[in-house]
């Protein structure tokens, strides 16, 4: 009896113990945050060009195409396919027994796997404002003044099918990851101002540049052709011809500009 006793609580023991010993080697989730650094500013409200803000709302599925898209053996991510079947009405008749038949909905970018998102403060130079302080007794003071407007453009970095279709889905994971305004074009206006001061020494020629950040998006995207397939009265999607590409693409970061300056003897 009392061996039994001493088995019993030997086990109950190592019960105790076991869940904290998982718990201790359970995976932590690493979170990537990206920090804003100081010399990035916002515009947005001193922009003399109103810049229209990127919504990319995520698409919700109606019933139907939740039941499509879940019968597919490959992840379906593309809002514009999505779109489709949503508008899509397929009837189902009891009296079906037999019924056969295949739509072929094209080929598609089906989903963006994101691999590397990169922040570049100073992706482009938008301006320089200048200032000759050499003949000076005093600092003078500058601060930024955009000079003439100013397009920047993002892109993807090598040519590849549906490109829109593609450029929307990095966007979408972009803008997730980073909760910085992406936008594959901003303009900065004319006469945009900051108030930020920077003081040029006497005797020295002052520099103020300014540039737009931009974000550096890497990942793959897979394509495949898409078959809707009836049988009787069940519904459901095929994807074949299945390959996977390797993409990257550069988005500027809309209504932000970072400055950096310089003061020096010489020109530069």
Not at 2 to 14: E, G, H
Not at 91 to 116: C, D, H, K, M
Request: hydrophobic share 35%; proline share 6%.
């Amino acid at each position: 009896m009392k061996k039994c006793l001493s088995i019993l609580m030997t086990l109950l023991l190592m019960f105790s113990i076991l869940p904290t010993g998982f718990a201790e080697k359970a995976p932590v989730k690493k979170t990537v945050t990206y920090q804003i650094p100081l010399s990035v500013r916002n515009i947005s409200k001193e922009n003399t060009y109103p810049n229209s803000t990127q919504n990319l709302p995520h698409l919700q599925p109606s019933e139907l195409t939740k039941k499509l898209i879940n019968s597919s053996k490959v992840k379906i991510e593309n809002p514009d396919l999505i779109r489709m079947l949503n508008e899509s009405s397929i009837n189902s008749s009891p009296f079906a027994i037999g019924y056969r038949a295949i739509v072929y909905l094209g080929q598609w970018p089906l989903n963006y796997e994101s691999t590397e998102t990169s922040p570049n403060w100073e992706y482009q130079k938008i301006n320089t404002n200048y200032f000759d302080n050499r003949g000076g007794n005093v600092p003078y003071q500058i601060h930024y003044v955009q000079e003439v407007q100013k397009i920047v453009r993002g892109g993807l970095t090598a040519k590849v099918a549906n490109a829109e279709d593609v450029k929307k889905m990095m966007l979408h994971k972009a803008m997730e990851k980073t909760k910085l305004p992406l936008s594959f074009e901003t303009i900065i206006g004319g006469g945009t101002k900051n108030d930020h001061v920077y003081n040029i020494p006497a005797n020295r020629l002052g520099y103020l540049y300014a540039f737009c950040p931009g974000v550096n998006e890497k990942g793959k995207v897979t394509y495949g052709e898409v078959y809707l397939m009836l049988k009787g009265s069940r519904k459901f999607i095929v994807v074949k011809n299945v390959t996977s590409q390797g993409i990257g693409a550069w988005i500027p970061v809309q209504d932000y500009v970072s400055f950096s300056f310089a003061a020096s003897e010489r020109p530069r």
